[in-house]
């Protein structure tokens, strides 16, 4: 299990930016043997996919409600894992969580899209976008 911190989220006006990392503290195991995910939360809604990447940074796949504005990457060298949020939208609001997958033996491209496939959580930032 990998211990995870998400920081950079605030309140933005629609068409702003916003940037969030997520810290990763791996206890013994390597953080890039880990496929990374986003994920967001709405009050009253369910957990929705954002976006992932995969281990080395190889593939990185999105839902296509931030396909073109949002951009995931990770540093493995400094444990870290981004978010940059570009054009956002007031239905962007949320509180966005960063997670993550041990991914060793499942292929260097391994990524995953479903919350239950994911074995570490952060506690989540909020983000909002005023209209």
């Known amino acids: 299990q990998v211990e995870l911190v998400e920081s950079g989220g605030g309140l933005v006006q629609a068409g702003g930016s916003l940037r969030l990392s997520c810290a990763a503290s791996?206890?013994?195991?390597?953080?890039?043997?880990?496929?990374m995910g986003w994920f967001r939360q709405a009050p009253g809604t369910e957990r929705v996919y954002v976006a992932s990447i995969s281990r080395g940074g190889g593939r990185s796949y999105y839902n296509d409600f931030v396909a073109g504005r949002f951009t995931i990457s990770r540093d493995n060298a400094k444990n870290s894992l981004y978010l940059q949020m570009s054009s956002l939208k007031p239905e962007d609001s949320a509180v966005y969580y960063c997670a993550a997958v041990l991914a060793t033996g499942r292929g260097v491209f391994f990524t995953a899209r479903e919350a239950d496939q994911y074995d570490s959580w952060g506690q989540g930032t909020q983000v909002t976008v005023s209209s």
């Open positions: 791996a206890f013994g195991r390597t953080f890039s043997n880990y496929a």
